[in-house]
């Protein structure tokens, strides 16, 4: 059973965080004509959505947006047996030649990250992915690094980080819970 040890970001430390990350995506990708925000489902949509309207803000140019379903490229899809579809991809416009960005909320093991660029590579050839997370928590077992954190977070592998959207939990917040 998971409790709540403390909120590490509330919804303004989000924001900021955000427009931070919008900044340095920009910055990398002008004049992010060939730009592409693609958020994993659930929770990197929500963050995907805002990541692409400050791009917008800030270059003067609204970059496609999409969302992934990674639940059929998981490589515990063995385990999960027949509960696993993929139902919640949008992408509405051609990968080839795009520079993707894709949005998470956090990067643990790198697993999910390695399921979302098979799906997205399956969808198309993009001249580049990159990866955006709200919140690193190290622990890789994959050698994959994020191009862009809002938070850095040192954990222990008995702790989970929680990122919580208006869209799904009603509040927006960052918390940290330990396993009691």
Do not use: W
């Not at 004509?33 to 791009?55: K, M, S």
């Not at 969302?67 to 385990?79: A, F, G, M, N």
């Not at 939990?169 to 918390?175: C, I, N, S, T, Y």
Request: aromatic share 4%.
């Amino acid at each position: 059973m998971y409790v709540q040890k403390a909120i590490l970001l509330d919804g303004p430390a989000i924001d900021r965080s955000l427009m931070r990350i919008s900044h340095e995506i920009v910055e990398k990708n002008a004049p992010c004509e060939n730009l592409c925000i693609v958020g994993v489902y659930r929770r990197g949509v929500p963050l995907a959505r805002q990541i692409a309207e400050n791009v917008r803000r800030i270059s003067g140019i609204a970059p496609n947006l999409g969302e992934i379903d990674i639940s059929l490229y998981r490589d515990d899809l063995t385990e999960k047996g027949e509960q696993a579809t993929v139902e919640n991809t949008r992408i509405d416009f051609d990968l080839k030649g795009k520079i993707v960005v894709l949005v998470d909320d956090v990067l643990y093991t790198g697993r999910t990250t390695r399921a979302a660029i098979e799906a997205l590579i399956r969808r198309g050839r993009p001249a580049a992915i990159q990866l955006a997370v709200l919140v690193d928590r190290g622990h890789r077992e994959l050698p994959i690094r994020a191009d862009f954190v809002g938070k850095n977070v040192p954990t222990s592998h008995r702790e989970l980080i929680e990122v919580r959207v208006p869209e799904f939990d009603g509040v927006k917040e960052v918390a940290i819970l330990e396993d009691r």
